[in-house]
């Protein structure tokens, strides 16, 4: 499915508490995050947006108003063991998931990636339970590096290590290079 993507805005709180706070929406993540903090989290994130630090977009599905909120992608860059590392990351919430959208939405992201000639090798890291992300990373032309343990929301996770080049590896079917 088509999607469009727009930058986080300070009125998305209501988008993050559906997807963060919501049991189902976090299971591959540990759980729910408490209501507490969203907005300061919303803010961050507008903020680091509003600054090109990161791309945090919201997923609007093709022919809906912007605030339709399918989902999240994100695109940000943080130091590994004192090596800078981009990540991408995406949440898309249950009554949109199984059409399309999450493939759309990192496609595109990694796409605008490979035309600004930004951000490198890009890294994604699904729990090695959550099939449906690690397909999507799959399907738009990752390579599996590795099983590895990371830190999300001070939670250790056993995850797959995904690569790509978006320069020389975004495929897909349907995506053109």
């Known amino acids: 499915m088509p999607v469009r993507l727009r930058d986080v805005e300070l009125g998305d709180v209501s988008a993050y508490v ?3 706070c919501d049991p189902l929406m976090m299971a591959e993540l540990g759980g729910p995050l408490p209501r507490a903090g969203i907005e300061a989290k919303v803010a961050r994130d507008v903020q680091q947006a509003s600054a090109d630090a990161a791309w945090i977009k919201m997923i609007i599905p093709d ?8 989902g999240t992608v994100a695109l940000w860059s943080h130091d590994d063991s004192g090596t800078p590392m981009s ?4 949440m898309v919430r249950p009554e949109f998931q199984g059409q399309g959208i999450a493939k759309s939405a990192v496609h595109t992201l990694l796409a605008l990636a490979r035309d600004q000639d930004r951000w490198g090798l890009v890294h994604a890291f ?3 339970t959550n099939a449906p992300s690690n397909g999507v990373c799959r399907s738009v032309g990752f390579r599996l590096v590795e099983e590895t343990e990371i830190t999300f929301a001070d939670r250790l996770f056993r995850t797959n290590h995904w690569v790509i080049n978006p320069a020389t590896d975004l ?7």
């Open 126 to 128: 699904p729990a090695v």
């Open 18 to 20: 559906q997807m963060r």
């Open 87 to 90: 990540e991408i990351g995406w």
């Open 63 to 70: 022919g809906s108003g912007p605030e339709v909120v399918a």
């Open 171 to 177: 495929a897909g079917p349907g995506f053109p290079r």
